[in-house]
């Protein structure tokens, strides 16, 4: 059964510690990304890769860090840098360039508290 | 710059039709999606247009003008099943694949 899965659903830390998302598809995708959401507000893109070992920042990267070792892993780390890291992650995959949509396809999320 | 407006909220009856509209300013067109968002759960993606026109899917067909840097998701005979968040999105930046998503409208479906 293909899909996007990320885990915890649900994950506490406290202020000043480094927290690491987990991403996995077996889609076959090439591209993968990294959004928050924030009550109010839109999804907005943190990171996104294209290809492994490459990877571009987005809108609002600072604060974060990720890797693309595998093509179908691409973990999120919320650093102690990020100044406001409570939110909802939302991991994506698509393909590139196979048809003109590049649909973009979403895991459960996960949604981070730090306390 | 790139901009989405869409209406935050949204209150309909059950068996009613509803439009959600959405209004988009982007350098360089490449399509816009629509996706449903249930409270706490992951965007599923609903419809993708890049031609002006209607294009009917079920109880949802989505419309698009790009003269105007318009759409719509006209939702039929709703059910209660349908309150969700309904997502407006275009890419940006002369890529397919880079999204600015609008704020949602919160669509609630009433008995």
């Known amino acids: 059964d293909g899909g996007i899965t990320q885990s915890p659903k649900y994950l506490f830390r406290k202020e000043g510690q480094n927290v690491t998302l987990s991403c996995e598809q077996n889609?076959?995708?090439?591209?993968m990304y990294w959004y928050r959401q924030d009550p109010g507000q839109g999804l907005r893109l943190i990171y996104y890769?294209?290809?492994?070992?490459?990877?571009q920042k987005g809108d609002i990267a600072e604060g974060y860090s990720v890797s693309r070792e595998k093509k179908e892993s691409f973990p999120l780390t919320v650093t102690s840098a990020q100044k406001n890291p409570t939110a909802f992650y939302l991991c994506?995959?698509?393909?590139?360039?196979?048809?003109?949509?590049?649909?973009?396809?979403f895991g459960p999320g996960t949604r981070l508290t730090v306390l | 710059g790139q901009n989405i407006d869409q209406p935050t909220e949204m209150t309909a009856t059950e068996g009613a039709i509803v439009q959600i509209n959405c209004t988009y300013q982007?350098?360089?067109?490449?399509?816009l999606f629509w996706y449903q968002q249930h409270a706490g759960e992951a965007p599923t993606f609903l419809s993708y247009?890049?031609?002006?026109g209607l294009e009917e899917k079920g109880r949802f067909s989505s419309f698009l003008s790009r003269s105007k840097g318009y759409s719509y998701l006209l939702l039929k005979e709703l059910q209660m099943k349908d309150s969700a968040s309904y997502l407006c999105a275009v890419p940006y930046g002369g890529a397919t694949n880079k999204l600015i998503f609008g704020t949602g409208t919160l669509l609630a479906v009433q008995p």
């Open positions: 890769s294209q290809i492994v070992n490459d990877f």
């Open positions: 982007t350098s360089g067109f490449n399509g």
């Open positions: 247009n890049v031609l002006d």
């Open positions: 889609l076959n995708h090439d591209a």
């Open positions: 994506a995959s698509s393909q590139i360039g196979r048809t003109s949509t590049d649909t973009q396809y």
